[in-house]
């Protein structure tokens, strides 16, 4: 790694992230269905029709996990809870899910690593997507009470908690693209998901501000938006690239309104009475977090509003076709501050990259990724020199796991994960990291 602990201040958190379903082993402990299940069964959907009802086994195996959370040195691991394993239904509370929390909460604590939790990332029980999922406004209240069980028991235990992960990928890339469940393509539904989304995390806030807990706050995930060329056309395509994916959750959590060059197109489909919702969207959070991979060309194209294309770009890419563009976490980092959180703490609550890794006698080398996080650990840097107030950086992922649609041959593990034995061998961006973090004597 070319960077250490030292080089950064010294409260600064290092962490490493998962979530539930991509790591945990669905079919275990009593969950219920989610509309992943149904998405994945679906043929089409996801490559091979992976699922992740065994994925990495966490499940039965966090003890082992969390030993090499510890072990590398973070401070903290940012980990998610399956809504529908803490209540199958959506609604009845399913003891054997919490008393995993419970147990996976005190494990990180007797290693001395602090909990960071997201209440959803992305499976939402199928009973409720039966009932509409997030185009139901109803969801609001649904989510508040699944975090008011959930935070009920571990919530005591939290160093940090955000209730939505990736509000974008929530509601566009999963109502507008169809490319994750519920699969949907559909501008009404789209719209009605990104104001819904944002008002189930307001709610959230709010839960669990009356169970009296503190350091909570949203996680975003942002994609710098380049214009593919110098024409006015693909500034404007841009702009509302930007927009739709960066700017309308920014700005709902921070500055209660929506981008103008949206709404123009959406306003139509939005729920009724919902400029009235911007008093729960906008409850006041402790930090701000920032999920950056990557960047997208936009082309000056004729599709129709608000169709975006995507141009090829130049630089190096990861396995998943992904540029790397370590310049973009730097912009990002002082235009959030800029534009909307001033000076609240900024975490880069994930950053990685997928890479085919593979087993060698034993090892797994991966010094792309080692380049990949030197080079984002830079751009934090950079930030920080310049007066952002950054408090953390954590890498996705700890484990190889299941993409999503993509399935599980992705990797974008520090720790490679053997598929089919579930044996777990630490890459070699696993010991660069390791050494960069050795607490200073
Ligand atoms: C995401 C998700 C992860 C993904 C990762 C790589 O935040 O998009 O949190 O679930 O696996 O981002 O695509």
Redo the contacts with the bound molecule.
């Keep these: 790694m070319q960077f250490q602990r030292s080089d950064f201040p010294e409260d600064f958190l290092f962490g490493v ?1 998962t ?1 539930s379903y ?1 790591i945990e082993g669905h079919g275990f402990g009593g969950a219920g269905r989610t509309h992943w299940d149904d998405f994945a069964a679906t043929p089409g959907n996801v490559v091979r029709a992976e699922h992740g009802a065994r994925a990495c086994d966490h499940y039965h195996r966090y003890e082992e996990d969390l030993d090499l959370v510890q072990a590398a040195g973070f401070d903290c691991y940012r980990f998610s809870t399956s809504w529908a394993r803490v209540m199958p239904d959506g609604k009845t509370p399913n003891q054997e899910g919490l008393d995993f929390y419970d147990r996976l909460t005190d494990a990180m604590l007797e290693r001395g690593i602090k909990p960071c939790a997201t209440l959803y ?2 499976e939402l029980p199928s009973p409720l997507a039966d009932l509409g999922g997030w185009r139901n406004g109803d969801i609001a209240k649904w989510f508040g009470d699944y975090t008011e069980t959930i935070m009920g028991r571990v919530g005591d235990r939290m160093y940090s908690v955000a209730p939505i ?2 509000p974008w ?1 929530v509601a566009w890339l999963s109502h507008f693209l169809g490319h994750h469940a519920p699969g949907l393509r559909d501008i009404r539904a789209a719209t009605r998901a990104m104001h819904h989304v944002l008002l189930a995390h307001g709610t959230a806030i709010q839960t669990m501000r009356g169970l009296g807990m503190s350091n909570l706050g949203g996680v975003f ?1 942002l994609e710098w938006a380049s214009p593919a060329d110098d024409s006015p056309e693909a500034a404007e395509k841009a702009a509302l690239y930007d927009s739709i994916y960066n700017r309308w959750f920014l700005g709902g959590v921070f500055n209660g309104e929506y981008p103008a060059n949206v709404l123009a197109g959406v306003e139509q489909h939005m729920p009724q009475g919902w400029q009235d919702d911007f008093a729960t969207i906008t409850a006041p959070v402790d930090w701000c977090g920032l ?1 950056y ?1 990557t960047r997208k060309l936009i082309k000056p194209d004729n599709t129709p509003w608000p169709s975006l294309d995507e141009a090829e770009g130049p630089l190096p890419k990861t396995f ?1 076709d992904w540029e790397i563009y370590p310049d973009g976490l730097y912009k990002f980092l002082k235009r959030t501050k800029e534009d909307y959180t001033g000076d609240l703490p900024l975490f880069v609550t ?1 950053n ?1 990259m ?1 890479a085919p890794d593979k087993l060698t006698n034993g090892a797994c080398e991966d010094p792309d990724r080692i380049a990949f996080l030197s080079a984002h650990a830079a751009q934090i840097q950079k930030a920080i020199a310049q007066g952002v107030p950054v408090g953390g950086y954590y890498m ?2 700890l484990l190889d ?1 299941y ?2 649609a993509l399935g599980y041959e ?1 990797r ?1 593990g520090l720790v490679h994960v053997d598929f089919e034995t579930l044996e777990r061998t630490p890459k070699s961006s696993y010991h660069a990291l390791k050494g960069a973090l050795r607490a200073l004597t």
């Design positions: 992230a979530s991509q990332h992305w992960n990736e990928c995930n999920n991979y998943m994930e990685g997928a996705w992922s796991n993409e999503w992705k974008f």
